[in-house]
Nanobody, 120 residues
Framework: QVQLVESGGGTVQAGGSLRLSCAAS????????MGWFRQGPEKVRQFVAT????????VYSDAVKGRFTISRDNAKNTVYLQMNSLKPEDTAVYYC?????????????WGQGTQVTVSA
């Protein structure tokens, strides 16, 4: 089992920035790919970004590419999502996922989510 706890959400104006964190515990964190997903008012889960367990490979959705950066610190068992140039359409609950990450099916383990609200 891997336990995931997200933090760093909040309310920000359009054009602003936030950094989300996801602290992992339980099974060996360093052997897990990690990812971020989001669920907006339409209640459809969307893939945001994923990072390999070495940190050497990252993949982003087209919606966030160039604005968001995923990174990880294996010494701290933490993965981050730096979000810049935020838009109102980025408003969503952001979830951290671990394990076998798939843009279509998600991950094996999930956090509880953190709310991000971007005002116009």
């Amino acid at each position: 089992q891997v336990q995931l706890v997200e933090s760093g959400g909040g309310t920000v104006q359009a054009g602003g920035s936030l950094r989300l964190s996801c602290a992992a515990s339980g099974r060996t964190f360093t052997r897990n790919a990690m990812g971020w997903f989001r669920q907006g008012p339409e209640k459809v889960r969307q893939f945001v970004a994923t990072i390999s367990w070495t940190g050497g490979t990252t993949v982003y959705s087209d919606a966030v590419k160039g604005r968001f950066t995923i990174s990880r610190d294996n010494a701290k068992n933490t993965v981050y999502l730096q979000m810049n140039s935020l838009k109102p359409e980025d408003t969503a609950v952001y979830y951290c996922a671990a394990g076998r990450i798939s843009a279509s099916s998600g991950g094996d383990y999930w956090g509880q989510g953190t709310q991000v609200t971007v005002s116009a």
